[in-house]
């Protein structure tokens, strides 16, 4: 499908102007509030988008009692009975820096040279730390001004399948079948699927919540979370000889007896680790949370029983030490889900390609809606909404990689049409 360079700068035009607007709004989340969703600028930014999909004649909008924004449109005449797909992106930011009052800044044809930034003079970017800036030379990037985040995670991804809507709206002749929008609250804090309603998604979906120019991703971490409790036995530390069993001691020894190269400061692609998160407690009791990753679900298994192993030779060693395990999946690599389902994947790639961008098929260290919405049972691979260096001070997109996540949701709609 050829798209027209009208078409092209229409996508350019509402996907940068939406974006610079969508976050001069705080949709901050916080995992204190215990509301749903947890802060009240999302339910303002949630506004703003009833109101925009309302402009474009999207049918059905709503903003439910929890947050999530839903819209329909209509497949092109003639398209009724192809495939019905969904796009989704989140609302909230990460709580890992500010997020208010953010004042994006764009640099001009950028050359290459260290970042600096208007409201932190000791703030500086450069390539070197950030090797994804020698593929952005020339390109007009937009930053914060150094005192907040910018919030292209996710606003860049509501504003392109925007502007994307703003396009099938405006060419009702490009061919696309039905289409449902759903922007989630608190994804950041791991709840963006939480309240979901699954009746009104469709079977298929796809997230913009992934970073470089072609990133496509069917893959995710194995996520467990692990709770150890040590129990020992206290005495007079001037006669405990043979008495006591001293519970953190023996803690912080189980802890460093796991393989340090299996830390997630020691690994990265591949890779899977033991993380110890938080550890505290005295001589009669003790406790470290874990969570461990990998991509094989095998190999996390692998860890839990090196972890089993671990206990059964330590409370031979100490008797009178107690140690209890309580192992949780937190949720499962989306591959599980999507390896059966290729097609899936291929139309994405395909999209991306006749963008004319490079397919980066990555593995997201970490977990995104469309794993749990996977597991929930329906697909949802995820793709590249153009930000770096997401959560910091320093994260920035391209101005073309707002444009290009676009095309590639108006093109991945007409690959199903075929
Ligand atoms: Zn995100």
């Known amino acids: 499908m050829e798209l027209s360079e009208e078409i092209l700068s229409l996508l350019f035009d509402e996907a940068l102007s939406r974006f610079l607007n969508y976050v001069t709004i705080d949709t901050t989340s916080s995992s204190t509030s215990g509301t749903h969703p947890s802060s009240e600028g999302q339910l303002r930014l949630g506004k703003l988008m009833v109101s ?185 530390p001037g006669y405990a000889k043979d008495k006591m069993v001293n519970a953190i001691r023996l803690a912080a020894s189980f802890v460093s007896q796991l393989p340090e190269g299996e830390t997630p400061e020691r690994t990265e692609k591949r890779e899977g680790f033991y993380h110890c998160m938080n550890f505290k407690g005295s001589e009669e009791l003790a406790e470290a949370l874990f969570i461990l990753r990998d991509f094989d679900v095998q190999e996390n298994k692998r860890r839990m029983s090196f972890m089993e192993s671990l206990k059964e030779k330590m409370m031979a060693e100490y008797p009178g030490l107690e140690i209890e395990f309580t192992f949780t999946h937190q949720y499962e690599n989306m591959n599980v889900y999507l390896k059966d389902k290729p097609k899936i994947k291929e139309i994405a790639a395909n999209a991306i390609e006749n963008a004319g961008l490079e397919v980066k098929d990555t593995a997201i260290r970490g977990g995104t809606d469309g794993a749990r919405l996977s597991a929930k049972g329906i697909p949802t691979p995820n793709l590249f909404a153009g930000g770096i260096m997401f959560h910091s001070r320093r994260e920035f997109i391209s101005t073309k990689a707002l444009q290009k996540a676009a095309e590639v949701c108006v093109r991945i709609a007409f690959e199903w049409t075929k």
């Open 52 to 236: 925009e999909l309302k402009e474009l004649h999207l049918e059905n909008v709503e903003q439910d009692e929890n947050g999530y924004i839903y819209a329909d449109l209509p497949a092109t005449a003639g398209y009724e009975n192809v495939q019905a797909i969904g796009f989704l992106a989140h609302l909230d930011t990460s709580n890992a820096t500010s997020g208010a009052n953010i004042e994006p800044k764009v640099i001009e044809n950028y050359d290459g040279s260290p970042i600096t930034f208007p409201k932190d003079a000791n703030l500086i970017l450069t390539k070197e730390e950030c090797p994804e800036l020698n593929d952005l030379i020339g390109h007009d990037l937009i930053t914060s001004s150094g005192d907040t985040l910018l919030g292209a995670d996710d606003k860049a991804g509501i504003a392109e399948i925007m502007a994307a809507l703003a396009v099938w709206v405006k060419y009702p002749e490009l061919p696309h079948g039905p289409i449902t929008i759903c922007f989630t609250p608190d994804e950041e804090i791991g709840e963006g699927t939480d309240f979901i309603k699954m009746d009104r998604m469709a079977p298929i979906c796809y997230t913009f919540d992934g970073g470089e120019m072609g990133e496509l991703e069917t893959e995710c971490f194995d996520a467990w979370g692990a709770k150890v409790v040590f129990k020992g036995v206290s005495a007079h």
